[in-house]
């Protein structure tokens, strides 16, 4: 059998028909990929989307990801549509943390000027409390122990009755510190307790009672008259007796000695 050969204008021919027949299957195939891949894009990049946080990062690579998979002109415009998103979404985040600065720096400054006021006042409260010492009156008694009776500082009280002792002061100043002691007979008086009338000691020792304060911040005012300490004794027995009161220091705001010459103190017996 005979080989059949191809002439030459065949197999010119040939070679055309494939080349044509490559370059449709080409065409064709790109433009299945192009539609895929762009359908793709669309798919993981809506249009439509809400961005909260910060995006910027986020942004950034989806644009990456664009550039590389769509063609150039494609690219161009997403780049272009993507810095608006991102321009846009910036100015949110910043107006928010411009929103949220601002909101805390006035939740901080109520705060701070409620915490102010609070402290004002609780220091003018402390200041009302200090600023004039009152004088106290305890209430005497409506009957008594027994029929005997004990001068107490020429107060008649009755033995078995327990009485009370008030130590009432006047000073020229409004005074820092002072310190001192009262003095009492055991014999006739025994010692029961002792309150302070103001922020300081007050201690009892071997028949005297002893009392110290300090306040350098609204001082003790007793221009008025005030009473530093109260002191209850029970009457031991009939006679006469006396407490004594002896001031040791004295000194004002300015941490200048005042002298007790010039201050009036007594104590006051409630029988």
Do not use: W
């Not at 064709?28 to 989307?49: D, L, M």
């Not at 321009?87 to 102010?116: F, G, I, L, Q, R």
């Not at 001031?247 to 010459?261: C, G, N, R, Y």
């Amino acid at each position: 059998m005979k080989e059949k050969r191809f002439s030459t204008k065949e197999k010119t021919a040939l070679i055309v028909l494939l080349f044509l027949m490559g370059v449709v299957i080409g065409i064709g195939a790109y433009i299945i990929i192009n539609n895929v891949n762009t359908a793709n894009e669309q798919a993981k990049n809506p249009t439509n989307v809400t961005v909260t946080g910060d995006t910027s990062l986020l942004i950034e690579k989806e644009t990456s990801k664009a550039k590389d998979n769509q063609p150039e002109a494609t690219n161009k415009s997403s780049g272009n549509t993507e810095k608006e998103t991102e321009a846009v979404v910036k100015s949110d985040t910043k107006s928010s943390k411009t929103s949220s600065d601002t909101s805390s720096k006035t939740t901080s400054k109520t705060s701070s000027n409620t915490s102010s006021k609070s402290n004002t006042s609780s220091k003018t409260s402390s200041q009302s409390s200090n600023s004039k010492i009152p004088v106290i009156k305890p209430d005497s008694n409506s009957s008594h122990a027994s029929k005997d009776v004990c001068l107490v500082n020429g107060t008649k009280c009755y033995v078995g009755d327990t009485i009370t002792i008030a130590l009432n002061i006047k000073t020229p100043k409004v005074l820092e510190n002072f310190q001192g002691f009262t003095e009492y007979d055991s014999e006739y008086l025994k010692f029961d307790s002792a309150k302070a009338n103001v922020s300081g000691l007050v201690n009892n020792h071997e028949s005297t009672i002893y009392y110290n304060g300090s306040n350098i911040s609204t001082g003790f005012d007793f221009t008025s008259t005030g009473t530093l300490y109260t002191a209850t004794f029970k009457v031991l027995k009939k006679g006469e007796t006396s407490i004594s009161n002896t001031m040791e220091i004295l000194t004002d705001m300015k941490d200048v000695a005042v002298s007790p010459d010039k201050c009036t103190i007594n104590i006051k017996v409630y029988s």
